[in-house]
Antibody
Framework: QVQLVESGGGVVQPGRSLRLSCAAS????????IHWVRQPPGKGLEWVAV????????YYADSVKGRCTVSRDNAKNTVYLQMNSLRAEDTAVYYC?????????????WGQGTLVTVSS | EIVLTQSPATLSLSPGERATLSCRAS??????LAWYQQKPGQAPRLLIF???YRATGIPARFSGSGSGTDFTLTISSLEPEDFAVYYC?????????FGQGTAVEIQ
């Protein structure tokens, strides 16, 4: 069955960096785009970034553009989200989600999320 | 960026009743709209995509309609497990955006 498992969250000071990982299994990983979506505690969903199935394209939300980079290793069935210059407003549960296709569609499978807390 | 506005913010209903949720886009998204359900402590689940197509395994009591800027999610007869928060999301433009959510709560 399709499974996505996020890791790498934790407590980090403002201005520092963190790298999240999303390990996938149960499907042909190299043929699907992967998104990152975040949810601040008690609030709604915010799309963060996407990487195409082959890594050829990436898109970012304005709120993270220039501070975050998404990458993937299809040999390891893993997607990464490198987050730099973290701010308090980046505090959220970060989900990775599979695209229904190469990267242009909807999010049909989600991981359980990993919590990032930015605090001094 | 396309802003999605959901209404109402909260819907208080009883099991067996019909729920009608609205999502309005700030500009046309054609039919490129999805609906997700999220229960406390869980990840969202895809219910409807491209405005009216049910995702795999979604019961027939869930239906979606609309195009352009106005969309509706209907739950024909609420089951106890349907009380949750529902989000709409567009894939017409970058960045992808979500509505702020509608909470369907037990009356």
């Amino acid at each position: 069955q399709v499974q996505l498992v996020e890791s790498g969250g934790g407590v980090v000071q403002p201005g520092r960096s963190l790298r999240l990982s999303c390990a996938a299994s149960g499907f042909s990983f190299s043929t699907y785009g992967i998104h990152w979506v975040r949810q601040p505690p008690g609030k709604g969903l915010e799309w963060v970034a996407v990487i195409w199935y082959d890594g050829s394209n990436e898109y970012y939300a304005d709120s993270v553009k220039g501070r975050c980079t998404v990458s993937r290793d299809n040999a390891k069935n893993t997607v990464y989200l490198q987050m730099n210059s973290l701010r308090a407003e980046d505090t959220a549960v970060y989900y990775c989600a599979r695209d229904r296709g190469a990267g242009l569609y909807y999010f049909d499978y989600w991981g359980q999320g990993t919590l990032v807390t930015v605090s001094s | 960026e396309i802003v999605l506005t959901q209404s109402p913010a909260t819907l208080s209903l009883s099991p067996g009743e019909r729920a009608t949720l609205s999502c309005r886009a700030s500009q046309s998204v054609s039919s490129y709209l999805a609906w997700y359900q999220q229960k406390p402590g869980q990840a969202p689940r895809l219910l409807i995509f491209d405005a009216s197509y049910r995702a795999t395994g979604i019961p027939a009591r869930f239906s979606g309609s609309g195009s352009g800027t106005d969309f509706t999610l209907t739950i024909s007869s609420l089951e106890p497990e349907d009380f949750a928060v529902y989000y709409c999301q567009q894939r017409s433009n970058w960045p992808r955006t979500f509505g702020q959510g509608t909470a369907v709560e037990i009356q």
